[in-house]
């Protein structure tokens, strides 16, 4: 029975490996956007522990609430950090895949409400992936991920504040043929883990 935590890294261990048949088959004819069907609630959710040389960890905190992304820019001066909140339960998510301009790409969607200088808003956070196939591969060839990134409003890419991988980076990628599990890591005074999931 697959587990149904979405923190647990075999959470997507049992599935197989996306093909390109398949990313084909969840569009309509001349269709370049498609909502990947879901037999399972994706969600984006997130736990905080404190950590120390001396004494080891606290227990894992589910949920979360302040601070917890960073607005990526060239210049410093434009970065921002802002806050999201993001219950225990987590946050609904939908997959999608893309075809647009000749690029192959999957998402996990999710919509929450943030706080900004200019007032409280709900806008999309969301983690894509490109999806590389040869030329020389079949259909049935497996798809390969690539280059997965969280991006917020206005496509602007985020990163989780204390991330200590470059410009955002997953710690983790499954992406499977039923399931999908994205992780991402960050360590500034505490740990954080941010997951997204879905099975379809």
């Not at 490996?17 to 088959?25: A, C, E, I, N, S």
Request: charged share 20%.
């Amino acid at each position: 029975m697959p587990s149904s935590d979405p923190f647990d890294p075999g959470f997507c261990k049992w599935d197989d490996p996306m093909t390109y048949d398949q990313l084909r088959g969840w569009f309509a004819a001349g269709a370049l956007e498609a909502n990947v069907p879901t037999g399972y609630t994706g969600r984006l959710v997130v736990r905080t522990r404190s950590c120390n040389g001396s004494t080891g960890c606290t227990a894992w905190q589910v949920g979360a609430s302040s601070n917890l992304f960073r607005k990526v820019s060239a210049f410093p001066s434009f970065e921002s950090t802002f806050d999201r909140a993001i219950p225990a339960s987590g946050i609904a998510v939908t997959a999608r895949a893309s075809l647009q301009n000749g690029a192959r790409q999957f998402t996990l969607d999710a919509h929450t409400t943030f706080w900004t200088r200019y007032g409280t808003r709900e806008d999309p956070i969301h983690t894509t992936c490109s999806l590389t196939r040869k030329a020389s591969d079949t259909g049935a060839s497996p798809i390969t991920p690539y280059d997965c990134a969280q991006r917020s409003v206005g496509n602007t890419p985020i990163e989780l504040v204390g991330n200590t991988s470059p410009l955002g980076a997953p710690a983790e990628v499954a992406l499977g043929a039923h399931c999908a599990r994205i992780v991402y890591h960050a360590n500034e005074g505490a740990d954080r883990e941010l997951v997204y999931v879905a099975r379809y």
